[in-house]
């Protein structure tokens, strides 16, 4: 029987189902594992369920003597060395379409709670402050309805955000490397422009780029500094797009307005310079976290690696130049 290695606690219905064909080792505290440890229980299995924040770089999959998969419960899989498992024969598989909807939910959660000031208010009712039943320029925030949405990164996610927006009347710019086609700008009511041009007209703006090395700190202070001192900025794609230290002093100096942050350099650690603004939302990476949508997410994962245990070609395979080399 072959082995699975599960590298984080999932729902009991999918650890069920992966032991109905396959030997598995379950990290069913949820702790971390250590790089030493990782490699440790990978090298006994075939394959490797994991999560967007286990690394598993040449060091661990050269460890994995007989590893076949490695299926990341994710859309995104920069925490995988996809060009050494490509090398070592092992496939990477990922999670698309599962999560978009749910993402772009919470993108739109971020963006009303920065542009009202949800969670300062929610702070300052909590704290006792609220002393006067209504006062005329209290914690007055920016409206959505007919203001201009600037999206960059117009994959799945950006256009289910982009989608949204029709409901608030909104103006939607964005920037991709690629134009979408005239049907789907006109269906998204959405018009592709420069990104100098996006930064400077959009009163919200939201990134939904993919992490690679290339786009580390896609944005910078440069770019904060051609805002509108009135924006809302939301990052939800990765921690490492945005230049963390660079969007806190921009809100420190108020260079732009607010902004609603999910993802972050190094987390769960984070710049302790976000926890002294009142002008951020902070969530901890739970852009996919409805219990559905995570279901649905290791099922995906499952499907994935099954596939790839039992012979056949994965539904979502990364690194399909994988088939036509033999493992090292």
């Known amino acids: 029987m072959k082995r699975v290695f599960v590298t984080r606690q999932v729902f009991p219905e999918v650890a069920e189902a992966l032991r109905q064909r396959f030997e598995v080792d379950h990290n069913e505290s949820d ?7 990782m490699a440790g229980r990978i090298a ?34 920069n925490n995988v060395d996809v060009a050494a498992a ?36 929610d702070a300052y009712v909590r704290r006792g402050d609220w002393k006067i039943a209504f006062s005329m320029s209290a914690f007055l ?28 009347d909104m103006r939607v710019l964005y920037h991709n490397r690629t134009r979408l086609p ?37 944005i910078k202070a440069e770019d904060f500094a051609k805002m509108k001192p009135t ?10 797009v945005i230049d963390d230290a660079a969007l806190i002093e921009a809100l420190r100096a108020k260079r732009i307005a607010s902004a609603g942050v999910d993802v972050f350099e190094g987390e769960p650690a984070l710049n302790p310079g976000y926890l002294e603004l009142p002008n951020v939302v902070l969530t901890p990476h739970i852009g996919s976290a409805s219990r559905a949508t995570r279901l649905r997410m290791c099922e995906t994962a499952v499907l994935n690696l099954t ?15 994988v088939l036509q080399g033999a493992k090292a």
Request: aromatic share 6%; proline share 5%; no cysteine.
């Open 31 to 37: 702790r971390p594992y250590t790089p030493a440890e």
């Open 44 to 77: 006994s299995a075939n394959g490797v369920l994991s999560t967007v924040m286990d690394k598993l770089g040449e060091d661990i999959l050269s460890a994995g003597k007989h590893l076949e998969v490695v299926s990341n419960i994710a859309v995104g899989y």
């Open 86 to 121: 490509t090398a070592r024969g092992i496939r990477v598989t990922n999670t698309p379409g599962v999560l978009d909807d749910t993402t772009a939910d919470l993108t739109w959660a971020l963006l009303m709670a920065a542009a009202r000031r949800i969670a300062e208010g």
């Open 141 to 168: 925030g920016a409206d959505l309805h007919h203001a201009t949405l600037g999206v960059l990164g117009m994959g799945r996610i950006g256009q289910a955000i982009a989608k949204r927006a029709l409901g608030f």
């Open 182 to 218: 005239d049907a789907d700008e006109r269906r998204l009511n959405a018009t592709w422009v420069e990104r100098d041009s996006l930064l400077a007209e959009s009163d919200f703006i939201v990134v939904m780029v993919p992490y690679s090395p290339a786009v580390h700190h896609f």
């Open 231 to 240: 924006a809302v900025f939301v990052n939800t794609a990765r921690g490492g």
């Open 307 to 321: 596939a790839v245990l039992e012979g056949r070609t994965p539904p979502h395979l990364v690194n399909p130049q």
